[in-house]
């Protein structure tokens, strides 16, 4: 379902414009994941994708790239975070088997509920069964370490391709940084994105919401970017 589905707007769920394929960062060792959700995007493999890793580290992002690129091709497509589990019913997932795209994020959230396991293991077993649907999860560990009590549930999730997200080496995430600042007319020193990367939270959300601030504060006062700076403006 594209963003303008009625199913998708009685979520409490918004796509952001800015999560797209284009706009993410990729560790090193994470280029075949990448691969594999843009052709499930595209339609060219319905194979099922279990990605995990831990909070913040890109997940969430990488779905809505997925769901945003399915659309472009006016492919329907459907994301939901099971972290809204309590506030949603389990009938949400029926018929979802016959869109092209369902990406559900953070399945680790409904773990040890039975029916929403119940719920999720038949949605594997539907979108098996039609190979149409191209089905992406995303976890916070494996199959094995989310805390699943249904083994049926377990042995599908293992059934597919299974990814675990790599971290990005500071090296990286430097550079990513000085990408980020490139690309809003911002020249950002060395000096002071190692010194970000060692002051700040080390996640990439934390690290692009802190550049923003500080490109918005040199505007302001007419300043380039330098640790003195950056400390005053951050109050470190």
């Known amino acids: 379902m594209t ?11 918004h796509l952001p414009d800015d999560e797209t394929f284009n706009s993410y960062y990729p560790a090193m060792g994470n280029d075949e994941l ?13 194979a099922a994708i279990y990605l995990w890793g831990p ?7 990488l779905l809505h790239a997925a769901c945003a690129q399915a659309n472009e091709r006016e492919r329907r497509s459907f994301y939901i975070p099971l972290g809204i589990h309590a506030s949603i019913s389990t009938a949400l997932l029926e018929g979802l088997e016959n869109l092209d795209l369902v ?29 149409r649907c191209a089905l992406v999860v995303s976890a916070n560990s494996s199959p094995l370490d989310a805390g ?21 080496a500071d090296e990286e995430k430097l550079a990513a940084l000085q990408r980020r ?4 007319g911002l020249q950002l020193p060395e000096d002071v ?8 939270a080390r996640d990439l959300r934390t690290l692009f919401d802190v550049l923003d601030k500080l490109d918005k504060a040199s505007m302001v006062h007419q300043r380039k970017l330098t640790i003195p700076f950056a400390k005053e403006m951050l109050r470190l």
């Open 103 to 131: 990406c559900i994020d953070d399945i680790h959230a409904i773990a040890g509920h039975p029916v929403w396991e119940e719920a999720l293991f038949d949605l594997y077993n539907r979108v098996a069964e039609h190979k």
């Open 34 to 46: 990448i691969q594999k959700l843009q052709a499930s995007a595209q339609g060219q493999s319905d």
């Open 148 to 168: 699943f009590c249904l083994p049926d549930l377990i042995s599908r999730m293992q059934w597919g391709l299974n990814y675990q997200l790599q971290p990005m």
């Open 3 to 13: 963003q303008n589905s009625p199913l998708q707007l009685s979520l409490p769920v």
């Open 181 to 184: 600042a490139a690309m809003r």
């Open 193 to 200: 994105g190692r010194f970000l990367l060692n002051r700040m």
């Open 55 to 61: 909070e913040k580290s890109g997940r969430t992002h």
